[in-house]
């Protein structure tokens, strides 16, 4: 069985693992992070979207022999200094959640949207989340919400800087 | 500011747009998913499910999956035959409904494609879905029953062999004389409309984990409904109520599909019993999309006859309504929450309902997001555009001709219902305001003059609903299992904060939140001290849970009462203090004072303390705030709106562009705007999925081909517009709060809106239907044949998945 | 779902992973990116004995100019192709319909090459491939060897690739001036496949179409060229009369699959206007 090394959310862990093991499986059901959830079997719903290696990645879709040595983060991992990322602060304040189950994926996917695109349209970020699924918004909200934290991380001056 | 006996005069919370206290929990990921949660020693559990739509089961052996590493045991359906009870059918609609038994795993027969035939129990779910491939099952094929028609033909092939026939029942509803209305009506409209079978398709799979201890249980279910399933399981397993604690934790989502009994709950709880350990089993998508119950599913025969003015005469409505396999918690009730709502927000004078419902070898079907209600209104909605085609008249003005005028509630309905208040003038002036009507008539005549390939099509939808689920005496009248009650109960704590208990389970609507601005406003605390407690049986001793919008026009009002108890209890205490009469107290802000001393007075959180060392109370007053309420409504609640709909067709590939959408919306009075419209956008989004993208495909042999989100659309950002909304506040009359219920407005008013958008478009090419979804293939086909194809509604390119990628069984096996 | 068991092998060199699915024999398979292979894993659609990660052969990831032709190596991701300078310059039509492949996470895993090893004919870039006339470059331990896109789609998800057979990248001859390059995708919704496809390059001369290149997308058990539409365009107006009357015979031979998404007589018809509407965005 193979050993895997890996860094989630700041905490490195070494495992023997399954090769058919789903990373998503491995942080769940291995590491206790459960904040990541699986919402389907095709990848295509996201709820499970966590970074790797600062980029995002469906977590149903990846071995974790396949994040061996690898940087992973989850919404677990965001805000670790005691202060919510902004995202999830934007997805609070524009009401871009309901049952909150796509939530993770989502505030996941909408970081990596802003890493490559810092001031997105509102057609760019409806195609940039084309692979995560809500049932509840209808999106809108959402989108309202990447735009704020957009804004918000364009000009981190303007918020009270945390202690 | 002059402050009432009925409770403080200053709201400050309700009504205001406050962020919601839930998200904390879900932005970070510290969630309670029943998945989540596992106890040590946990086992995880397996379903082997049928293949076939219809099969004898001759042979099953479980012995070399019982060998398999890491296995704790195998049982199939026989092996449990005795113990796992029926399902239960909670709303027996006919004295003589057909109501087939229904095992929790199947013993000798399979009647649809997924349903249970054996399970694992295993160390862990990888152990327990590997050993489900070395159970061996013997089965004897059995014909697929999958249309409805046929299936009451003469002849026809039997779900229910024992059953004689797959009609469960036939429900009437008769008032008028429909025959005279139709009599030499000068405008009839004959009408065949198909609702597809939808799959609900909450984010969060089904899970269920069951906890022994001793000769108790404790049962996390991803349920909208703890309360009614904890009776539900007691009922089917025999284990005492008492004795079983049912949590619904974190649930991501139901729109009806988790207000439900399902077996893999049972089975759960039977082997928890039989082995001792705690158990979980965890739903995948693709085994969700053919288990899961689905919603619709109906073929709708309508009737409307007319004036030349436009005025409605009469509508007949004969309707089938597919069971699927089995009758679940409220299956054969579903297709009679529309029974009432056919006629709309329209005046006529006579109607007629009735509805067969079917059994067919598939997926049973139950409550879906509207429930229904969004089949009547897209009946009537979409026969009102067709009444407007046929007399060439604007489908507002013909709406303008038959609605009730505001003036005239409360309005009894030629189906029974009394419609306490409503102001669809002023929702449809709003709406039309926001759409920019005209502008948008213009374009559409500059496209068609100009022959332009993208057409432009506006529709209508004048929408009511019933909601606030519901009077009791009510559902005695029709058959229903239960009452439609709901309790709350509010205990103020030692220091002043505030618990409040409701019955009602949130999955998602923020109840948490909604529930604290009410008692904030009604107990003059701030909205942070109160916390709100629900979803576990053993915290929230009684409810009704939610669905049906019912929890805040039923559940709220119960909240409102007890704070009111509170209020009353606490002015005794007051008084006393005081050395006032009660009659002599103001209460306002959360403090009580002397009328005309206003710096005499007492906080409520003195009081609380107060009441908590009892140190100086009057006599016989016990030393508790703490009260309850049950509140049962004397009548449903009513929102209304108008929605209206822009869509572009490409008249060269069929595809269907929404281009602009406005929902105006009166769900009463409004305790929190933000997730009032939260509320609507994504119940648009499930209408306008229903219109253009969703649809449960079966082939001929009753597999279901849509078992996976690469099949079954559900849409995405990027295929949803921007919606524009705005509200009316007409105040429901039958409740205090003056509230309505908004959970599955959007849903309901939306999926005719862009039928009639798509048609509109079409109807210079001759075009006056298209079978929803309006898949670019079945929008070309409609132009290209010039009329209509609300035929049967099957794909036109066939029932074979699409998914590439290998992902399509049909592509696997070519 | 949880995919049955396998082992799995991780080389770090090309050598390595050769040798590896040598000695795997016949139910291996190689995991590219894994976002088709992973979804069928999970249903248990595919059984393979072994998997054979070239997730760190990192040679395999290079994209190179290589004068009249682009090599693109077949563990490049989507996200890297689609930004890639040299890619947007010489084969636009690859990043156009690279842009449209799934989502943005699915791109960052997803390789050029495992999507084209994949053959889907629902596919978007086995299209994009045949219409460049892309040469696949496939090694084994009997040898190296080259595939003309035209021969290496065989049928439904099966190229011509032996199974010991790894791609290790593909040659793209490069479009300069005066090309113009359009994906034109049709699906239901953003993340459905496409109900049809069309690659299409365009190269203006004088006015005219000096020479386009089109193929289809899910319009068979391969992808398909529109030979007929590239004749009928060559040398003719750049108008979209020229254009529509060209794409009548878009799906001529085509033997396109029916589906609950659309049937053949459909997909025949998006053929013709879907090309007509490519060529012209091409030519533009």
């Keep these: 069985m193979p050993r895997i090394r890996v860094d989630v959310d700041g905490a490195t862990y070494e495992d023997d693992v399954e090769p058919r093991v789903l990373l998503v499986h491995y942080l769940r059901d291995r590491l206790g992070k459960v904040g990541t959830p699986v919402g389907c079997d095709t990848s295509n719903c996201g709820a499970c979207t966590v970074l790797m290696d600062g980029v995002s990645v469906k977590s149903c879709s990846v071995l974790a022999v396949q994040a061996d040595g690898r940087d992973v983060t989850t919404v677990e991992g965001l805000g670790l200094n005691g202060t919510e990322h902004p995202m999830q602060r934007a997805f609070h304040e524009e009401h871009a959640l309901q049952c909150g189950y796509c939530t993770p994926g989502m505030i996941m996917a909408s970081i990596d949207l802003l890493r490559e695109n810092a001031d997105p349209s509102e057609e760019e970020i409806r195609d940039g989340l084309e692979g995560n699924l809500c049932r509840c918004t209808g999106y809108q909200n959402i989108v309202r919400a990447v735009r704020r934290a957009a804004g918000e991380m364009r000009e981190p001056s303007e918020r009270e800087v945390a202690p | ?814 | 779902m949880i995919p049955a068991t396998f082992d799995y092998v991780r080389p770090g060199t090309v050598d390595e992973a050769v040798t590896a699915l040598a000695d795997a024999g016949e139910d291996a398979k190689i995991l590219a990116g894994g976002q088709s292979l992973m979804p069928l894993l999970r249903l248990r659609l595919a059984y393979p004995d072994s998997l054979i990660d070239l997730d760190r052969v990192d040679p395999l990831r290079e994209i190179r100019d290589e004068g009249d032709t682009l090599m693109i190596g077949a563990m490049a991701t989507h996200h890297q192709v689609v930004r890639d300078p040299l890619v947007r310059e010489f084969a636009p039509l690859i990043a156009r319909a690279t842009e449209t492949v799934a989502d943005p996470a699915v791109r960052h895993r997803g390789t050029f090459g495992g999507s084209l090893a994949h053959a889907d004919p629902a596919g978007d870039l086995p299209a994009v491939a045949l219409a460049l006339d892309a040469v696949f470059l496939v090694r084994s331990v009997r040898g190296e060897r080259e595939i003309p896109a035209a021969d290496f789609f065989v049928d439904w998800m099966t190229s011509a690739m032996e199974p010991d057979e790894l791609l290790l990248s593909v040659r793209i001859p490069k479009l300069g001036a005066g090309w113009g390059a359009h994906y034109e995708k049709f699906h239901r919704t953003a993340q459905a496949w496409a109900i049809v496809g069309v690659a299409c390059a365009v190269r203006r001369e004088n006015g005219t179409v000096g020479e386009a290149r089109i193929a289809l997308t899910n319009m068979g058990s391969t992808p398909v060229r529109a030979s007929e539409v590239e004749r009928a365009v060559a040398g003719g107006a750049v108008s979209e009369a020229a254009f529509r009357s060209a794409a009548e015979h878009a799906a001529d031979g085509a033997e396109p699959p029916a589906d609950l998404h659309g049937s053949s007589e459909y997909r025949r018809h998006l053929a013709t206007v879907l090309t007509a509407r490519a060529l012209a965005a091409a030519a533009s």
Excluded at chain 2, 164 to 175: A, D, I, L, M, Q
Excluded at chain 2, 326 to 341: E, K, S
């Design chain 2, 1 to 814: 500011m002059t402050a009432t006996a009925e409770g403080p005069a200053a709201a400050k919370e309700v009504g205001a747009p406050r962020k919601r206290s839930e998200d904390a929990r879900l932005v970070t990921g510290r969630t309670r998913w029943t998945d989540n949660i596992t106890p040590a020693g946990t086992l995880h559990v397996a379903f082997l499910r049928s293949p076939h739509a219809h099969a004898r089961i001759t042979r099953v052996d479980t012995s070399p999956a019982r060998e398999h590493p890491g296995v704790v045991t195998v049982l199939s359906g026989s092996d449990i035959a005795d113990e796992q009870g029926a399902l239960p059918c909670a709303w027996v609609v006919t004295e003589d409904m057909k109501h087939p038994d229904h095992p929790p795993m199947a013993v000798a027969e399979v009647r649809y494609v997924g349903e249970p035939v054996a399970c694992v129990v295993a160390r862990d779910r990888y152990a327990a879905i590997d050993a489900l491939e070395e159970i061996d099952v013997d089965y004897e094929p059995l014909p697929a029953v999958t249309d409805m028609e046929d299936a009451l033909a003469e002849g026809a092939d039997l779900v229910h062999t024992g059953l004689g026939t797959n009609k469960s029942y036939t429900w009437v509803f008769e008032n008028g004389d429909l025959d005279a209305a139709l009599r030499d009506a000068p405008v009839v409209l004959e009408r065949r409309y198909v609702q597809q079978r939808l799959i609900p398709s909450a984010m969060e799979p089904r899970a269920v984990l069951c906890v022994p201890e001793g000769e108790e249980f404790t049962l996390y279910s991803s349920t909208q409904i703890p309360h009614i399933l904890r009776l539900m399981l007691a009922t089917v397993t025999g284990i005492p109520e008492h004795r079983l604690r049912v949590v619904a934790p974190d649930v991501g989502g139901g729109f009806g599909s988790k207000l439900q009994v399902y077996g893999e709950e049972v089975i759960a709880l039977l082997l928890a019993r039989r082995l001792g350990r705690p158990v979980k089993w965890t739903e995948s998508r693709s085994e969700g999309n053919m288990t899961v119950h689905h919603g619709r599913d109906q073929i709708q025969r309508l009737t409307l006859a007319a004036e030349r003015d436009g005025r409605i005469r009469g509508l007949k409505v004969d309707l089938l309504a597919d069971m699927g396999a089995y009758l679940m918690l409220v299956t054969p009730g579903i297709p009679l929450l529309g029974a009432f709502m056919f006629n709309g927000i329209y005046k006529m004078d006579a109607y007629s309902f009735t509805c067969s419902g079917v059994f067919t070898t598939k997926t049973p079907t139950d409550a879906y997001r509207g429930a229904g209600r969004p089949e009547a209104t897209y009946a009537i909605e979409r026969l009102m555009d067709e009444l407007a085609a046929e007399l060439d008249l604007d489908p507002i003005e013909v709406r303008r001709r038959n609605w009730i005028g505001h003036e005239e509630f409360p309005y009894e309905t030629v189906a029974g219902l009394t419609y306490d208040s409503g102001d669809y003038e002023s929702a449809t002036e709003k709406a039309l305001g926001l759409f920019d009507y005209d502008a948008l008539r213009a374009e559409q005549a500059a496209r068609r003059e100009r022959r332009d390939p993208v057409q432009l099509g506006i529709g209508v939808s004048t929408f009511t609903e019933m909601c606030g689920i519901a009077p009791s005496r009510v559902l005695g009248s029709l058959s229903y299992g239960a009452g439609g009650w709901e309790h709350a109960a509010v205990r103020v704590l030692p220091s002043g904060k505030v618990e409040v208990v409701t019955g009602t389970s949130p999955h998602g609507q923020g109840h948490e939140t909604a529930w604290a601005q009410i008692t904030a406003d009604r107990l003059g605390v701030p909205f942070e001290d109160v916390k709100v407690l629900h979803g576990d049986t053993a915290v929230s001793p009684k409810g009704m849970d939610t669905y049906g919008s019912r929890s805040l026009a039923v559940g709220g009002i119960a909240l409102s009462s007890a704070c009111d108890k509170v209020v009353d209890k606490a002015r005794r205490v007051a008084a006393h203090l005081l050395e006032a009469a009660e009659t002599d107290l103001d209460f306002d802000g959360g403090r009580f004072s002397v009328r005309g001393v206003p710096e005499e007075g007492r906080t409520i959180q003195e009081i609380a303390s107060a009441a908590f060392t009892a140190h100086d109370l009057p006599d016989g007053l016990e030393p508790s705030l703490d009260s309850d309420a049950t509140f049962d409504p004397e009548n449903f609640s009513f929102p209304h709106g108008t929605h209206l709909c822009a869509a572009e067709v490409d008249t060269e590939t069929g595809m269907v562009r929404i281009h602009r959408y406005v929902a105006v919306d009166d769900v009463g009075k409004v305790v929190n705007p933000l997730i009032v419209e939260g509320q609507v956008h994504g119940g648009l989004a499930q209408g306008i999925a229903q219109a253009l993208y969703e649809e449960a495909v079966y082939d001929a042999e009753g597999n279901l081909t849509t078992t996976t989100m690469a099949d079954y659309l559900v849409p995405s950002a990027a295929d949803l517009p921007h919606f524009i909304t705005g509200r009316t506040e007409t105040p429901a009359t039958s409740n205090p709060l003056g509230v309505k219920g908004v959970g599955e407005a959007g849903t309901i008013a939306s999926t005719p809106a862009v039928v009639n958008a798509i048609v509109d478009a079409l109807r210079p090419y001759g075009v006056h239907d298209v079978a929803m979804p309006c898949t670019p293939e079945r929008v070309w086909r409609a132009l290209r044949s010039g009329s209509g194809t609300g035929g049967s509604g099957a794909p036109p390119g066939g029932t074979a998945p699409g998914a590439g990628g290998g992902l399509g069984s049909e592509g696997g096996t070519r």
